[in-house]
């Protein structure tokens, strides 16, 4: 709900807030500072005494975007005892966010930010991806070592048809735009691709 006029507390909070709502409708590139200001309920002046521009604010979104993904797929990934569980639990939390956190999905993965011109995004970014690349490091750690992919593949490769289900499939709500959930559509890319590992039985 828009606030109706901004009177205490955290306006830093309430721009990032409106920031993401406007971000879900419209998408990072969809709207300006006054209307984020306009959302909070406070005057576009206002916005530059925490942040210089629109760049600023939606990278302050992605960062608490970051803490909130990084906290769902440790919970995830440590919620499982075998190296497979906690693997498939990290794509379905990947999932699970981007479907309950639009605004801060788009921000950290949709917005163009560069890393390498905001330090503390790429820290961020790379403390998310890290959970990824723990999980696949412990499932691939069962298959020979000159058959084994290095975990940063592995887990792009993962990420990669992630982000492509949310993309495609996972929009539009319920049902999206294919007859298939896209929770189906993930663990059935993600069990093709660990068969092709050989991680997996070919009737599992």
Known sequence: M???GYHHGNLRQALVEAALRL???KGPAGFTLAEAAKDAGVTPAAV???FQGREELITEAALQGHVIFRAAMEAAFNSKTSPLAAFEATGRAYLRFAQSNPGHYMAMFESGLANNAHPDLARASANSRAVLERAAEAL???LPADRRPPA???SAHIW???HGVVELFARSGEGGNTPFPAE???ETGIGIYLRGLGLL???C
Do not use: G, P
């Open 201 to 203: 039985d070919k009737d």
């Open 152 to 154: 940063a593949m592995f």
């Open 184 to 186: 189906d559509l993930l």
């Open 140 to 142: 691939s750690a069962e």
């Open 23 to 25: 971000i879900t409708e």
């Open 48 to 50: 530059y005494r925490h």
């Open 2 to 4: 828009r606030k109706q």
């Open 160 to 162: 990669a048809m992630s």
